[in-house]
């Protein structure tokens, strides 16, 4: 996945289903230095940020 900022449902649609795919990938644990945790990182800020910004509770 192109790592970019979330701007429509797709896109953050689209990054759900990337995590959802590095979490269930392995049984292992995945590093966080690793390439897959570093993109996991960055993808739950995006998603967090997306979510505050169009899904408010």
Do not use: Q, W
């Not at 953050?12 to 996991?40: Q, W």
């Amino acid at each position: 996945m192109k790592l970019k900022s979330l701007e429509t449902e797709e896109d953050y649609n689209n990054a759900c289903k990337r995590v959802y795919f590095l979490m269930h990938s392995t049984e292992e644990a995945i590093e966080p230095d690793s390439p897959e945790g570093e993109e996991l990182e960055y993808l739950s800020a995006l998603i967090e940020k997306y979510e505050r910004e169009n899904h408010p509770l």
